[in-house]
Nanobody
Framework: QVQLVESGGGLVQAGGSLRLSCSAS?????????MGWFRQAPGKEREFVVS????????YFGDSLQGRFTISRDNAKNTVYLQMSSLKAEDTAVYYCAAGNAKATERWYDPVRYDYWGQGTRVTVSS
C-alpha cells in the first residue's frame, strides 16, 4: 500500500502562483514509478494535468498547461511537486495526486492506470 498526502492548495488571485506537494509513503518505489496530478473542477469530470516518471520524464496532455504548470519530483523524499503560475479562474479545482507503477506510462492521462490517490487539495483562483 502507498499513502499519498497533498498539501499547498489555497486561495490565490488570478495571475498568482502556488506550489502543490505530494508525499508518498508505504511500498515505494515500484508503486510510485509514475506520479502525477489530476484535477476536478466543480461539476466536471476529473482531468489529467501532468505526470512524471521516476527518471524525470514528464508527460503533459496537450499544450494548454505546459508553460504554466511544471512538475518535478524528489525521489529521495518520495515527493512530487506541481508549480503552478499565471493561474486563471478556470484552474480552480480540487487537485489530486496519483501514483502508479510502470504500466501508467502506457496511457499517462488515464486515471485507471494509477493505483493510489491522495485525498485532494483545493485550489481556488479568484478573478
Amino acid at each position: 500500500q502507498v499513502q499519498l498526502v497533498e498539501s499547498g492548495g489555497g486561495l490565490v488571485q488570478a495571475g498568482g502562483s502556488l506550489r502543490l506537494s505530494c508525499s508518498a509513503s508505504g511500498r515505494t518505489p515500484a508503486s510510485t514509478e509514475v506520479m502525477g496530478w489530476f484535477r476536478q473542477a466543480p461539476g466536471k469530470e476529473r482531468e489529467f494535468v501532468v505526470s512524471i516518471s521516476r527518471n524525470g520524464y514528464t508527460y503533459y496532455f496537450g499544450d494548454s498547461l505546459q508553460g504554466r504548470f511544471t512538475i518535478s519530483r524528489d525521489n529521495a523524499k518520495n515527493t512530487v511537486y506541481l508549480q503552478m503560475s499565471s493561474l486563471k479562474a478556470e484552474d480552480t479545482a480540487v487537485y489530486y495526486c496519483a501514483a502508479g507503477n510502470a504500466k501508467a506510462t502506457e496511457r499517462w492521462y488515464d486515471p485507471v492506470r494509477y493505483d493510489y490517490w491522495g485525498q485532494g487539495t483545493r485550489v481556488t483562483v479568484s478573478s
